[in-house]
Nanobody, 124 residues
């Protein structure tokens, strides 16, 4: 049984910062990449950021470039998302995801395991 557990969400004022963490539990031996998605109220889940372990390449959606930074530890299958200069439109539930095979990074079907999410609310 594999579980991904997110933490670090909460309430923050616009312009502030939050750091999310994702820890894996269970028999998750090898992942090729891990990522963060988010779902705002009334909207579909969308890609936020991802990191490939093979070459540490990182990917971001345009709206968070320069504000968010993804990092992690491939040996421990842990992932972080440092979010700075937060805006009200960043309010969402943030989900961690892990892929156990090579493929794309910005679609939900690219991932095999998902966490339950952590809420981030940015007040303006």
């Amino acid at each position: 049984q594999v579980r991904l557990v997110e933490s670090g969400g909460g309430f923050v004022q616009a312009g502030g910062s939050v750091r999310l963490a994702c820890a894996s539990e269970g028999d998750l031996f090898t992942t090729y990449h891990m990522g963060w998605f988010r779902q705002a109220p009334g909207k579909e889940r969308e890609f936020v950021a991802a990191q490939r372990w093979r070459d540490d390449s990182t990917y971001y959606r345009d709206s968070v470039k320069g504000r968010f930074a993804i990092s992690g530890d491939s040996d421990a299958n842990t992932l972080y998302l440092q979010m700075n200069s937060l805006k009200s439109e960043d309010t969402a539930i943030y989900y961690c995801a892990a892929a156990v095979s090579w493929g794309g990074v910005d679609q939900e079907y690219d991932y095999d395991y998902w966490g339950r999410g952590t809420q981030v609310v940015v007040s303006s």
